[in-house]
Nanobody
């Protein structure tokens, strides 16, 4: 069993920055591929970014490339999402997730944290 707790969401003006954190507890953190998803009202949940078990490889959806950076600290069992140049269309609930095989089919989810970007 893995427990994931997100933090760092909030209200920010367009062009601003936020850093989300996802603290993991439970089974070995480095066994899992990790990722960040988001879900805006009326839309499906989408994968934004993913990071490999070692942290050496990452993936980004086109809409956040160059603005968001995913990272993980194996010593702290924590994953981060640095979000810069935020836009109103980034407004959503952000979730972290982990997968033993792929983060596209997560085994565990966090509870989500709200990010609101005002224009």
């Amino acid at each position: 069993q893995v427990q994931l707790v997100e933090s760092g969401g909030g209200l920010v003006q367009a062009g601003g920055s936020l850093r989300l954190s996802c603290a993991a507890s439970g089974r070995a953190f480095n066994r899992y591929v990790m990722g960040w998803f988001r879900q805006a009202p009326g839309k499906e949940r989408e994968l934004l970014a993913a990071i490999s078990r070692s942290g050496g490889a990452s993936y980004y959806v086109d809409s956040v490339k160059g603005r968001f950076t995913i990272s993980r600290d194996l010593d702290k069992n924590t994953m981060y999402l640095q979000m810069n140049s935020l836009k109103p269309e980034d407004t959503a609930v952000y979730y972290c997730a982990v997968g033993g095989v792929t983060v596209r089919l997560p085994d565990y989810w966090g509870q989500g944290t709200q990010v609101t970007v005002s224009s």
